[in-house]
Nanobody, 115 residues
Framework: QVQLVESGGGLVQPGGSLRLSCAAS????????MGWYCQAPGKQREYVAS???????NYADSVKGRFTISRDIAKNTVYLQMNSLKPEDTAVYYC?????????WGQGTQVTVSS
């Protein structure tokens, strides 16, 4: 069992930035992929970005050029740097980790983009 704990959400004005963190209870090298998903009110959970255990990254088209996923292996932590935030980025952001045969989710952190 792997626990994921997100932090860093909050209220930010349009055009602002936030950095989300996801701390894993396991060595992140043992996790095939770690990523971020978001869920806005009344909508399905959507893919945002991911990073493999070899460091390859991938992004949803809606965040390319604005968001950056990275990791600190020593801290077993994955980050999501969110720049040029838009009101439509408002959602609960969830950390996700996949290991062969298992999928784990964090509890989510709220991001609200509003003036």
């Amino acid at each position: 069992q792997v626990q994921l704990v997100e932090s860093g959400g909050g209220l930010v004005q349009p055009g602002g930035s936030l950095r989300l963190s996801c701390a894993a209870s396991a060595n992140i090298f043992t996790l095939n992929v770690m990523g971020w998903y978001c869920q806005a009110p009344g909508k399905q959970r959507e893919y945002v970005a991911s990073i493999t255990n070899t460091g390859n990254t991938n992004y949803a088209d809606s965040v390319k050029g604005r968001f950056t996923i990275s990791r600190d292996i020593a801290k077993n932590t994955v980050y999501l740097q969110m720049n040029s935030l838009k009101p439509e980025d408002t959602a609960v952001y969830y950390c996700n980790a996949r290991q062969t045969g298992s999928t784990y989710w964090g509890q989510g952190t709220q991001v609200t983009v509003s003036s």
